[in-house]
């Protein structure tokens, strides 16, 4: 048994020390907003926060969360999924089919957290996650409006 | 909006528990927690009668209506549902989605027409009955409330729901008399308006269902759960064609989870367990052997001498002939030449293939993403032995399609074989990332020979245009075929049609296609055929403009007088982008167009390739005709999207073939586009009315030609094999 701290919530979690977070928080914790994608940190779609910074929790094991870390998963990122990055998503429907979107929110929520003012030429460097619909124009200019609220990420 | 998409959490009891009475079958009674976008299953409401198979009015005010196509990610279920709402003449925030079930179709004898969606169909092929059925509900409601007031229903308006008789000053509201519209009969006929009086079609809406993804709430395959679920990790033989040799299920079966090592099929094992990473780790432990069959040698070389051994064949099948090419080609002043080819490409959605299904000996049931429920409908009662009356097909939303999700239901069969061994128990089948990338349903591999006859003042007398490669209907789908012909091969090269037609008239010319099927399985891959003709075609008249000393745009113009609407949106992007200005410093442009689907788009490129071969687009200008733009929002969103998809197999996009199996396994080896590289899209878009076309496909095929054209200003060098980044674009 290990236990995890995901969304504020502490749980006891049964499973092999080398079962990636990604299976534990999906599969243990039944939050499933966090997507697998590729399994090999390529895609982003897992991406959670640990301690504030977005981690692909596909490629972390379970061994390596170390007690006490603090796991936020896009259901925990703001009460009513009103964090500035989701409002600024819904304004500009971002979304298309939606499956990479949790993890394009969290990497984009992170990184304001870390920098709230980012140019386009850090967005496009620091968001590497991968959108098969072609969502990129738009999830830059959401980052965009989301930092003009002026309101950095949390969790 | 009514943001109920959070809170609605139907289950498909009401509907399953009434419909299985009525089948004499059993009813397993889950709870299943899903709210597909704003949809719902049918019956979870409260009992609301129907006004008509597409309008349900609740006493609420909530109105209804039901998508028989599947939404992943293009906008479907807001575009239809605007032409609903239209002609319903309802409040526009008021309005929820439901998906109806295959099973429910197949009952009512297809009330809600195809439920395919591909093609770029959604739109141009179910506009008229779902307005129709919009129409009809409005009528009826209408004419219930005529009837209560005893007024003539002629004598009524309805504005946003409300339904007024202004001569007495009397009004009352959808819900209020929904129950004794539905009793009434339908109308034998409607008359539609006219697109220019729309007001909720044709607006740049938002789509209907957004919020549910931003915050884990929407319910992919991926993340579907039923009580005593177990779940299915699988892998098929690495080369198409080979089976099961042997496992050893005894090497895993005490490993934590596992609940069943099994064979699927003749080609396929898998581990069930627990939870799916217990499944895949079990999995990958097990020993299989595979007889891999008549294709173990076969690789991307082989193939390609295939193809090339069709370019010169003799015997081909014609898409397009006009006058005499090789009398052209003898008395040409020029003749050029020049061979092009596309690889395989894998979809790569964003969510693998998965399933869920359970199967008892009476009654099977699938949950799965899927772009055609019928379809998935058809292969479930196929694997499970039953007739389709005792299957049921649950559509959840999907986490891409682009063509994988529609033709074939591979995984469907394979998990409800799982399931079939395990009579009641649910069972989630999951690829992984390697099993999706590695056994898709591949755009098919092609090459192009181009031979053009210019004549002494640079016009192009002749062309002969000779593919040769896979056909995706011989295949996947050989009942399409036409007297051995595969038709959707010369998409795009057709001499006339609403569909998918040249935009050149030339006088001598022939256009006509060398089979050649390789064991890999191809797919309609979204853009399909149209991708590589417009490659082929677009490219090479960049080439014979070129060959003529002539401006490529003037060039094309010149042989698009017969051609007003390809010329137009060509026109477009030429005047768009600046064609007749000099670009900005070390930028150069390209162009193309190209009709399909129904629609007619263009495409212009700036780009700058830097002297150690770094190619950057700068920016994308794109047009599009599709007759009638349903939500030009949408289409702005599809447009730039195309351009990842279509510049991502341009670019980077490589399936090959080694010892019969294809190489590539993730997105490690098969890289798609970043944001990093993504250019600035200025979508134009131009609906010039009697027609409908469509807008999710036709745009990727304008992506390469024209960055391609561009790279080649750049650089003077002519990338005709992709993807691009095989050729060196390093200055000499």
Known sequence: ?155 | MTGDTHSARPTRRAWITGAAAAAGCFSLGFHVPFAPARGETLGAAPAAPEVNAWVVVRPDETVVIRIARSEMGQGTLTGLAQLVAEELGCDWSRVTTEYPTPGQNLARKRVWGDFSTGGSRGMRDSHEYVRKGGAAARTMLVAAAAKGWGVPPAACQVERGVITHAASGRSTTFGAVAAEAAKLEPPGDVVLKDPRDWTIAGKPLKRLDTLAKLDGSQIYGLDLTLPGMLNAAIRDCPVTGGTVKSFDAAAVSGLPGVKRVLQVGDSAVAVVADTFWRAKTALDALPITWDEGPNAAVSSASIAATLREGLDAPDAFVGNKAGDVEGALKGAAKVVEAVYGVPFQNHATMEPMNATAVWTPERCEVWTPTQNGEAALAATADAAGLPATRCEVYKIHLGGGFGRRGATHDWVRQVVLIAREMPGTPIKLIWTREEDMTHGRYHPVTQCRLRAALDADGNLTGLHMRISGQSILASIAPQRMVNGRDPVTFQGLNPSGPEAAIGYTIPNLLIDHAMRNPHIIPGFWRGVNLNPNAIYLECFLDELAHAAGQDPLDFRLKLMGAHPKHRAVLEAVADRIGWRTQPPEGVQRGLCQTMGFGSYVAGAAEVSVSESGALKIHRIVAATDPGHAVNPQQIDAQIAGSFVYGLSAALYGACTVKDGRIEQTNFDTYPVMRMDAMPAVEAIIMPSGGFWGGVGEPTIAVAAPAVLNAVFAATGKRVRQLPLRDTDLRRA
């Open chain 1, 1 to 155: 048994m290990a236990r995890l701290t995901i969304n504020g919530v502490v749980r006891e979690v049964d499973a092999e020390p080398d079962t990636p977070l990604l299976w534990v928080i999906r599969e243990q914790a039944g939050l499933t907003g966090t997507k697998y994608g590729c399994g090999i940190a390529q895609c982003g779609a897992c991406t959670v926060h640990i301690d504030g910074a977005a981690v692909r929790s596909c490629s972390v094991p379970l061994s390596a969360v170390e007690p006490g870390q603090k796991i936020v998963t896009i259901e925990g990122l703001a009460p009513g999924g009103d964090h500035p990055v989701q409002r600024a998503w819904a304004q500009l429907d971002v979304p298309q089919c939606g499956f990479c979107q949790p993890g394009m929110i969290m990497a984009s929520a992170a990184l304001l957290a870390q920098n709230p003012r980012p140019s386009d030429a850090e967005i496009r460097a620091e968001i590497t996650n991968i959108c098969r619909c072609g969502t990129y124009n738009r999830v830059l200019a959401g980052i965009k409006l989301a930092a003009e609220g002026g309101q950095s990420g949390r969790g």
